[in-house]
C-alpha cells in the first residue's frame, strides 16, 4: 500500500550521498517548504514526468498573495510602485523550469498549465532559452462543450449582452520533452571505438542489404524502434530510455481535450481535474514511474498518480494546503466506508392468499 509523509526538510541538512536511496526516501511523500529550496533535495535525472499548475500571476488568489506577488498579466491591472513586475515573474518560473529541468530523466516529459497566452510565449523562452528541452506540442483544456455537465452554466457567459471579445474557455499545458538525444550515440561511438557499418549490418532488408536505419538514427531524423534498439544497446549500452522520451499512445486524444471543470475545488481554488492529470499521466509514464509536482496545491495529481499505480513527489508550501493534500491521500488510499442502512421488508397479501410479494 501507498504511503504518505509530510516532511519538512531544511535547505542546510546534509544531503544523502547514494540518490537511490535519497528517492527511495522522497517518493510517496509530501515536501513543504519553496520548491527552489525543496527540488535541492531530489536527485538529479529521477523523474519520469514532471507536471505542473504554477501560479498564473493573474490575481486569481482571492487575495492572499500566492497569485498576486509579481505585475499582473491581465491588462487594466497595474502593479504598484517598486513591486515586482511580470518579467520578475517570467525569471522567478524560469529559474523553477532549470531545477526541474535536472531532476528529468532522459526519457522524461515536462508539462505545465497556463491561460495568458502572452505569458506562454514568455515561459516558453524561458524553457527553450535556459533548458535542454525542447517544445513538443501546446494541448488545449477546452472547458465548454457537449455533453459537458457544465454546458448550460458556461455557455451563459458567452450570451452576455456587449461583449467585444470571444469569451476564454480553455487553459493550455505545455509539452517537452529532451532536445538531441540522438547526440548520446556517436559520442558513444567515439568513446568505445564502434563503427557506425557494425551496428547497421545487425538490421538488414527483406534482400539482405544494408540500410539507411541507422543513420537516420544518428541524424535525428527517426528515434530507436524496439527493434532497433536491440544492436544499438548491444554494442553501445544505450536503452530506449536512454535515447527516446516516453510516448504511450493511449490512441484517445489529440492536442483539444474536452474535460469538465472539476466543481469539487477540494479547499483549492484551482485544482485541476484528476482524470486530465491520469490522462497525461498514461501518456508519458509506465507503471510504477515517478511524476512531481512542486506546485503541490490540492495534490490532485498524487490522486491522478494513486489511481494509475505511479508513484509521486510533491512539493508545497502553504500548511493549509498541506493540510488538504494529506487528507485527499488518506481518503484515497484508505476510503471511507459507506454505511449502508437495511429497511425491513413488508409482506403483502392478496386476494389469493398462495401469492405474496415483498417490497422494500
Not at 70 to 77: A, D
Not at 113 to 132: C, G, I, M, R, S
Not at 238 to 267: A, C, E, M
Not at 329 to 344: A, G, H, Q, S, W
Request: one cysteine or more; hydrophobic letters at 35%; glycine letters at 6%.
Amino acid at each position: 500500500m501507498l504511503t504518505r509523509l509530510t516532511i519538512c526538510v531544511k535547505p542546510w541538512q546534509n544531503k544523502i550521498s547514494n540518490s537511490m536511496t535519497v528517492i527511495q526516501n522522497l517518493i510517496n511523500q509530501v515536501l513543504q517548504g519553496d520548491c527552489l529550496e525543496m527540488l535541492d533535495q531530489i536527485p538529479d535525472k529521477s523523474i519520469d514526468l514532471i507536471c505542473i499548475d504554477p501560479p498564473y500571476n493573474i490575481n486569481k488568489d482571492g487575495g492572499d498573495g500566492w497569485d498576486s506577488q509579481w505585475g499582473r498579466v491581465k491588462k487594466g491591472f497595474l502593479a504598484k510602485p517598486g513591486a515586482p513586475t511580470e518579467q520578475d515573474y517570467y525569471d522567478w518560473l524560469g529559474d523553477v523550469f532549470v531545477k526541474l529541468n535536472t531532476k528529468l530523466k532522459s526519457s522524461g516529459s515536462f508539462l505545465f498549465f497556463h491561460n495568458e497566452f502572452p505569458a506562454l510565449a514568455a515561459l516558453n523562452q524561458q524553457v527553450l532559452d535556459k533548458t535542454d528541452l525542447e517544445f513538443r506540442n501546446m494541448i488545449v483544456w477546452n472547458k465548454l462543450f457537449q455533453p459537458s455537465k457544465e454546458y448550460g452554466w458556461l455557455h451563459g457567459y458567452c450570451e452576455v449582452e456587449g461583449l467585444r471579445n470571444f469569451q476564454k474557455m480553455c487553459e493550455y499545458i505545455m509539452f517537452y520533452t529532451r532536445k538531441d538525444l540522438h547526440l548520446q550515440i556517436k559520442t558513444r561511438m567515439n568513446e568505445l571505438g564502434v563503427k557506425g557499418s557494425d551496428i547497421s549490418r545487425e538490421v538488414l532488408s527483406k534482400s539482405g542489404g544494408q540500410t539507411g536505419w541507422f543513420q537516420n538514427i544518428l541524424s535525428g531524423k527517426n528515434p530507436p524502434s524496439e527493434r532497433t534498439i536491440v544492436p544499438i544497446t548491444k554494442y553501445l549500452g544505450l536503452t530506449l530510455d536512454d535515447l527516446r522520451p516516453k510516448f504511450n499512445n493511449q490512441k484517445t486524444h489529440h492536442s483539444v481535450w474536452n474535460y469538465d471543470i472539476d466543481k469539487n475545488k477540494q479547499g483549492h481554488i484551482t485544482p485541476k481535474p484528476v482524470d486530465l492529470l491520469k490522462n497525461i499521466i498514461l501518456h508519458c509514464t509506465d507503471p510504477g514511474d515517478v511524476v512531481l509536482d512542486c506546485f503541490g496545491g490540492s495534490g490532485s495529481l498524487a490522486v491522478a498518480a494513486i489511481q494509475t499505480d505511479r508513484k509521486y513527489i510533491l512539493i508545497e508550501k502553504e500548511e493549509k494546503y498541506i493540510d488538504i493534500i494529506n487528507k485527499r491521500i488518506d481518503n484515497e488510499l484508505n476510503p471511507p466506508v459507506t454505511e449502508i442502512k437495511l429497511v425491513k421488508s413488508k409482506q403483502i397479501t392478496f386476494a389469493n392468499p398462495d401469492i405474496f410479494v415483498e417490497s422494500i
